[in-house]
């Protein structure tokens, strides 16, 4: 079949723009949870530890699936399966909105959101990996800057729906949100550059390359390798300290005196702080080296996860939320790079679910144990400062990592 005719705009700019679309509305309506946790919380009665257990599912659904999800999208295509998880999420958030009961909110929301994130994450951060090799951490910084987007815009008008029309139709405008902008990106998915006659960056297809052959380590190859365990590690640790501010960070607000709309607004400083992460650190770490990028970045989360334990003002929070985004933008920017880096981009769907499917360990644990943990304790130190140490353990990880151009050279991957 003879390749498309070539458009005036490199079309991995599209599908970075489609995976910012994807970002943006999973992830949105996913970090909005917070906005829902004291309506929900009056509404059935329930302790913190209970409500955290939705975004557990959720979160657990996030990373547990990214494995089966970027499988199936390396054989079938990003664009289907991420539409399935959006269908999916649609439905489970307006069931969500119809719940009489806890474990209601449980399976619509927190299974139902969980699928469709799941669906959608890794298909989509795979499909931009092949489009790109020079610009390629500064490609998924801008695609995944949507989980920031979403975090800056989401959380707060979510939390102001819930205060003007009340949490059951809030959930029923999420759904919409998320079925128009959502499905409407995973629609514009595609993984193949081949097929257009295009290689990375733009240039021609690389000579006897057809368009669906692509180069790098098929899955058990990268899957028995030292980079890949060492990378499966760090994700692993840093999990518990990445989602537990996401659930209990407004909450801990609250109990500073904070209103509502102003705790949820530390959600939204989080997205604004991880955008300039994924837009500055992916564009240095392309510069001054990925591996090295890492390293910064998780010893940042650490470090200011002890600052959390010490705040004791909204506005030290405040601080917190801005910082803490910075350095969770660079993070879920570069882990994607790296794996493509070191193992290509063959199995890179099942490749970077596997790597993450560790973090759905930490994502169901790591809220709910924080939540239990203060609901017992009266404070959140002693479950935070858990989450640095996890996070200074993963620095240790990720320092041993070898830098990927002199691995692939000796390893001939």
């Known amino acids: 079949m003879a390749p498309r005719p070539r458009s005036p705009i490199f079309h991995g700019w599209i599908v970075v723009g489609a995976a910012f679309a994807v970002m943006f509305a999973g992830f949105g309506v996913g970090y909005s949870f917070g906005a829902f946790f004291t309506a929900l919380e009056q509404e059935f ?3 913190r530890g209970d409500l955290s257990i939705v975004f557990a599912i959720s979160g657990a659904l996030y990373f547990g699936l990214g494995l089966p999800s970027g499988a199936a999208a390396d054989r ?14 649609t439905a489970g958030l307006a069931l969500a909105s119809r719940a009489d009961a806890l474990w209601q909110i449980y399976l619509a929301s927190g299974i139902g959101v969980g699928i469709g994130v799941g669906f959608s994450y890794v298909p989509s951060m795979g499909a931009v990996q092949p489009w790109f090799l020079r610009r390629r951490a500064f490609a998924s910084g801008i695609a995944i800057a949507g989980i920031g987007a ?9 939390a102001w729906l819930v205060a003007a029309i009340g949490w059951r139709d809030s959930y029923l405008v999420l759904a919409v949100l998320t079925l128009l902008v959502g499905g409407g990106g995973a629609l514009l998915l595609d993984s193949r550059p081949q097929r257009r006659g295009l290689g990375p960056d733009g240039g021609p297809a690389a000579a006897g390359i057809g368009p669906r052959a692509v180069s790098g380590l098929d899955f058990r190859a990268a899957a028995r390798s030292r980079p890949f365990r060492l990378l499966a590690i760090a994700a692993f640790l840093t999990s518990f300290g990445i989602f537990v501010p996401f659930v209990h960070l407004a909450p801990a607000a609250i109990d500073l005196g904070a209103s509502d709309r102003a705790a949820a607004s530390l ?7 991880s955008i300039l992460g994924r837009f500055v650190i992916g564009s240095l770490a392309d510069r001054f080296g ?3 990028a890492l390293v910064a970045v998780v010893a940042a989360q650490s470090a200011l996860l002890a600052f959390w334990v010490a705040a004791d003002q909204f506005w030290m929070l405040s601080v917190f939320a801005l910082a803490f985004g910075l350095s969770y933008g660079g993070y879920v920017a570069l882990v994607p790079t790296l794996c493509a880096d070191f193992f290509g981009a063959r199995a890179i769907g099942a490749v970077m679910g596997a790597v993450f499917s560790g973090v759905a360990i930490g994502c169901l644990l790591g809220p709910p144990l924080a ?10 130190a002693w479950p935070v400062g858990g989450c640095a140490l996890l996070s200074a353990l993963a620095v240790v990880a ?7 151009e002199g691995w692939v050279a000796r390893s001939g991957g």
């Open 45 to 47: 009665a329930a302790r």
């Open 76 to 89: 079938w295509g990003p664009r289907r399966v991420a539409f399935l998880g959006f269908a999916i999420m």
């Open 150 to 158: 979403g975090t800056l815009a989401v959380p707060p008008a979510t």
């Open 267 to 273: 959600l939204g400083m989080i997205g604004a702080g």
């Open 290 to 292: 990925r591996r090295r």
């Open 371 to 380: 939540g239990f943990a203060f609901d017992w304790l009266g404070s959140y």
């Open 398 to 404: 990720s320092a041993r990592l070898p830098e990927p």
